[in-house]
């Protein structure tokens, strides 16, 4: 709900006068008994961000009319900035950082995929200004949100999202007899594949489960024929991996 000065009800038949009060995330009144004759209230100032409830109670000349339903309003307090890096990545369990907002119990993160408001990823009570997502996230792009809560239950608006690529593979050339890569954001190392391309299928010939450079020479004894060499980028962190996107380069031996 966002933050506002101005309260609104319907008008009573018959009632002469509106009586209101205003009370905070305590019940402590900040307002309290003020009569109307109007179906509105502006504030002259805005409360302090919290949380506040709204009541009130029309009278006539004869009833004065039961306490109409409590209505919860929150005032949003200024959001935080996140300001981990929103460059496409490897790793699939970031950690995600942002600004501390001054009095602030907890933090929770969000993350959602674009054109979805279901959370793929929540965490609540974090105490720290930063977190690391320990549910890898899908390849992709995804929507990441943080807000800070505060002792009395209210919370500060949702930050700016940061949009963010995990899951990037790297572009392959091959150029006089050497495949070389850009290094992968994020990669601690590359998965290589070399197969030979015939007419019964594929066989492989280099199979380099942790290669750690981001070139690779071709054997000098590879016969004529048709090769394609894949690669993906993996990261390995804390006993999780990160494997980003195949790609590959298809090339003939004269």
């Known amino acids: ?142 929507c990441i949100q943080v807000q800070a809560v505060y002792s009395d239950g209210s919370r500060c608006s949702l930050s700016k999202v940061q949009s963010l690529q995990t899951g990037i593979g790297t572009k392959l050339l091959d150029a006089d007899g050497t495949v070389s890569w850009d290094d992968a954001n994020g990669a601690t190392h590359y998965e290589l594949w070399l197969n030979r391309l015939g007419d019964s299928g594929r066989s492989m010939i280099v199979c380099e489960t942790v290669y750690l450079a981001t070139s690779y020479v071709l054997p000098s004894n590879l016969p004529k024929g048709r090769y394609q060499t894949w690669l993906r980028p993996v990261r390995a962190e804390s006993g999780l991996l990160s494997c980003g996107a195949w790609t590959n380069v298809t090339f003939e031996i004269p």
Request: aromatic share 10%; net charge positive.
């Open 1 to 142: 709900m966002r933050a506002r000065s101005e309260f609104t009800w319907y008008v009573t038949p018959f009632a002469g006068l509106h009586t209101y009060g205003l009370q905070d995330g305590k019940d402590d009144f900040i307002l309290r008994r003020r009569t109307t004759t109007e179906s509105a209230i502006n504030l002259s100032k805005s409360p302090t961000p919290g949380q506040y409830s709204f009541r009130k109670v029309a009278n006539s000349r004869r009833i004065t009319s039961n306490v109409s339903t409590r209505h919860n309003q929150e005032l949003w307090r200024s959001p935080v900035t996140i300001t981990s890096s929103s460059a496409g990545t490897v790793n699939a369990t970031p950690t995600i950082s942002w600004t501390s907002a001054s009095g602030a119990l907890t933090y929770e993160i969000f993350v959602t995929k674009p054109g979805s408001e279901v959370p793929v990823y929540t965490r609540t009570g974090i105490k720290e200004t930063s977190h690391r997502i320990d549910v890898p996230l899908t390849h992709g792009l995804s």
